[in-house]
């Protein structure tokens, strides 16, 4: 009874803490397709995941941190240059618009675990602050999107793969 109660609690509970909102940004198939072939990479949202790490989904802002979290979905381990290859999307005219982050990243990279290693640290946490130039006015409500770019560092092989990870938010002036 009691594993029951805390299972109960934890689909009450894990929405919250992982920052999932029951409306999800609905973005058309051909923009879609435009971001892919912007991207370039193939393997996108397969070997990780990104998560907001917030409680308030409903007001992300311009200019504020945004915490996000990336768990990895594959058996290879994913290196991350500095900044963790982030960056940032709004859409304007029907376009895809790269816009500015804010923060500004040190160090020498980080190492995401495999998901059979999440014990080890599996999971990576870091921010982005969204910001637009002067001449562009915010909209209302829009649509953010955040991407995250590493390379899967294959085992027993010297080769690497990029890989992406994409999360679409709302955003708010």
Not at 34 to 54: G, H, P, T
Not at 90 to 117: A, F, H, V
Request: glycine content about 6%; overall charge negative.
């Amino acid at each position: 009874m009691r594993r029951n109660l805390c299972f109960f609690f934890y689909l009450l509970i894990a929405p919250i803490i992982l920052g999932c909102s029951t409306t999800q940004p609905n973005i058309s198939e051909e923009l879609n397709d435009s971001f892919q072939k912007m991207l370039a990479i193939e393997d996108v949202n397969n070997s990780f995941r990104i998560y907001i790490v917030s409680n308030d989904m409903e007001n992300l802002k311009y200019g504020s941190n945004i915490k996000i979290a990336f768990r990895n979905t594959s058996g290879e381990k994913i290196f991350f240059p500095v900044g963790y290859g982030i960056k940032l999307y709004i859409i304007r005219n029907s376009n895809w618009l790269e816009i500015q982050n804010q923060n500004e990243y040190y160090g020498e990279g980080s190492l995401l675990q495999t998901k059979n290693q999440q014990d080890l640290g599996g999971r990576l946490v870091t921010g982005v602050r969204p910001s637009l130039p002067p001449e562009i006015t915010p909209l209302r409500q829009e649509i953010l999107r955040i991407v995250v770019v590493g390379e899967i560092q294959s085992i027993g092989d010297n080769m690497t793969n990029q890989t992406a990870a994409y999360i679409d938010v709302f955003i708010n002036p």
